[in-house]
């Protein structure tokens, strides 16, 4: 069973990943939203390293160092790098406003605390108390997604999404499904790069990379 100072300490890594989604929703600045999701990732880390200590589970130290170095310098130095090489303007371009993506995000912890909240207390993982923090980041980051209207901003939407999967397979599995979770690290990586080439190639066909302007082409 977990220590009570153990649960806290993982409650707060929990917490700073589902902080981070929250913020990027009310920044403006791509590349805050990029440093945010590395901070995010490096509270992920975090997670999988408490995880590994308090259930036994050596292998996670690995997976915990890997999502510090993939997600959380890798894939964000590509992406920096991808936004600096094409020259997007940093400011964020949003469907709704600063105001209405804080209170969306809001409205996706109490949807995630509505729905998944009520399983938890009879879970047999007492690390099953993380699943609300999950939900709410992947519901963040598919809002992310739908209201962004840069192609770079909605890549970042996705990547969040995927930390929010991580995080729910650490609550559940205690890292049973390791291999599973170092085969998602590495995709990440793998989508950083795609995502380089696709924003280049978008680049020079269609020079921009606003959504907007994309939608406009179609038909």
């Not at 069973?1 to 700073?16: K, Q």
């Not at 991808?82 to 600063?98: A, Q």
């Not at 980051?141 to 995080?167: D, H, P, S, W, Y």
């Not at 499904?177 to 085969?183: H, N, S, V």
Request: glycine residues 8%; charged residues 10%; contains cysteine.
């Amino acid at each position: 069973m977990m220590t009570s100072p153990g649960l806290l300490v993982l409650e707060i890594a929990a917490t700073a990943v589902l902080l981070t989604s929250w913020v990027s929703l009310v920044h403006r600045r791509l590349e805050a939203l990029v440093n945010l999701y590395a901070v995010q990732s490096w509270a992920m880390a975090a997670v999988a390293f408490l995880v590994s200590y308090l259930y036994a589970a050596p292998v996670l130290y690995l997976t915990g160092a890997l999502i510090a170095g993939l997600n959380g310098i890798a894939v964000p130095w590509i992406l920096l790098r991808v936004r600096r090489d094409l020259k997007i303007p940093d400011e964020v371009s949003s469907l709704v406003s600063v105001r209405a993506s804080a209170l969306a995000g809001l409205g996706c912890l109490l949807l995630a605390v509505t729905v998944v909240g009520p399983l938890t207390p009879v879970a047999e993982i007492p690390a099953a108390g993380l699943l609300p923090i999950s939900v709410t980041v992947v519901l963040i980051g598919m809002f992310v997604l739908l209201t962004r209207r840069k192609a770079f901003t909605q890549v970042l939407g996705i990547l969040m999404m995927e930390n929010g999967v991580f995080l729910a397979g650490l609550a559940l599995t205690y890292g049973l499904g390791t291999l599973l979770e170092l085969g998602i690290a590495a995709n990440l990586l793998v989508l950083a790069i795609v995502s380089r080439i696709f924003l280049y190639r978008m680049k020079g066909a269609f020079d921009s990379v606003d959504a907007d302007v994309l939608r406009s082409l179609e038909g």
